[in-house]
């Protein structure tokens, strides 16, 4: 089955204590992207990775990191995490951005950082 | 700096009535706009993508348009259903960049 998989669903965590919430697509998709949806605020893009080795910052990358060493897979890092950051994450991929081909996201991560 | 504005915020209807979704934006450099729903708690599920040379798309019971020079899209949901209830959300892509701008969303209560 064609799908994006966020690893872990939900996670409580301290100030402070890095974290890392994983990412992966079997669908051999180039486009890969982060991000997180807040009340009032919507969904905004955090990173955004156009192909292997290749990321560039979307709307709110403050306090993030990203890596793209593989096609399927997009790990979204938060080295220092702090309170504002918590929120609901949404990993999403589409085949290729010069296709214009739909994203497919995944379910989500809904982070609280206490 | 693009900026996507979605109108009403919400919106209930009777089942049966053909509805209109807006999705306004600012920046007409645009690759494609799609339109996107959401279930609570849920991802994000992609109805219709629309390019930046075409005007319109049409799946099921759903049509998206799309005027470029006006910086305007809309979805019209044709006699709606509860199981449409749901948030839907427009979103754009810039011409330059991979960047994906979402609007704010509107929440659609279709009852019974």
């Known amino acids: 089955e064609a799908q994006v998989t966020q690893n872990p669903r939900y996670l409580i965590t301290v100030t402070g204590k890095k974290l890392t919430v994983t990412c992966s697509q079997n669908m051999n998709h180039e486009y890969m992207s982060w991000y997180r949806q807040d009340p009032g605020l919507g969904l905004r893009q955090i990173y955004y990775?156009?192909?292997?080795?290749?990321?560039d910052k979307g709307d709110v990358p403050e306090g993030y990191k990203v890596s793209r060493k593989e096609k399927r897979n997009f790990p979204l890092i938060l080295e220092s995490p702090s309170p504002n950051q918590t929120s609901l994450y949404f990993c999403?991929?589409?085949?290729?951005?010069?296709?214009?081909?739909?994203?497919?996201f995944g379910a989500g991560t809904r982070l609280s950082v206490l | 700096k693009q900026e996507v504005t979605q109108i009403p915020a919400a919106l209930s209807v009777p089942e049966g009535e053909n509805l209109v979704l807006n999705c306004s934006f600012t920046?007409?450099?645009?690759?494609?706009l799609q339109w996107f729903r959401q279930d609570p708690g849920k991802g994000l599920t992609s109805l219709l993508l629309i390019q930046s040379s075409q005007r319109e798309q049409t799946s099921g019971r759903l049509n998206a348009s799309l005027d470029k020079s006006s910086g305007r899209s809309t979805l019209y949901i044709a006699a709606s259903q509860p199981g449409d209830s749901a948030t839907y959300l427009c979103?754009?892509?810039?011409?330059?960049?991979?960047?994906?701008?979402f609007g704010q969303g509107t929440t659609l209560q279709v009852k019974p």
């Open positions: 999403a991929s589409s085949l290729q951005r010069e296709r214009a081909n739909i994203q497919y």
């Open positions: 979103a754009v892509m810039g011409s330059n960049t991979g960047k994906l701008i």
């Open positions: 920046d007409s450099a645009i690759y494609n």
């Open positions: 990775s156009m192909n292997v080795e290749v990321t």
